[in-house]
């Protein structure tokens, strides 16, 4: 697949989640759609994400059609990520310190075996009355 192929493949990912939303619009009653829709604006960053999508696709290397459409239809969910993770003054660094510190401030687990209810133990073991 050459490079301007991938491109449409992820446009065409991007494009089909904006086509999905807005038909879970149409189908609910009665049927209102929201006011970004009537914008230039939204448009325009709509599409710029669309090719965004086409790009990642072929930075990526991809060279099947289904993966660079998956590729389009997950940039707006890769870009809200990194959007939400890297703040104005904030480095790579800090960014993965406080993914690691959320990791490491999950308690530990403990070593004690879990409490069990008495109604619940006969299904853990053999019972007296097995071979």
Request: hydrophobic letters at 45%; proline letters at 8%.
């Amino acid at each position: 697949m050459n490079p301007s192929e991938t491109f449409l493949w992820g446009f065409l990912g991007s494009v089909a989640v904006e086509i999905v939303t807005l038909l879970g619009f149409y189908y609910s009653r009665p049927v209102r759609f929201p006011a970004r829709y009537r914008r230039i604006g939204f448009w325009i960053t709509r599409f710029m994400l669309a090719l965004l999508a086409g790009m990642l696709a072929i930075g990526y290397d991809i060279h099947q059609r289904i993966l660079a459409f998956n590729i389009g239809a997950a940039t707006p969910l890769l870009i809200t990520f990194m959007a939400q993770r890297l703040r104005r003054g904030s480095t790579a660094i800090a960014v993965l310190e406080q993914v690691d510190r959320k990791v490491a401030e999950r308690p530990a687990p403990s070593d004690e075996p879990p409490e069990q209810s008495p109604a619940g133990s006969h299904r853990h073991g053999p019972t007296s009355g097995s071979l």
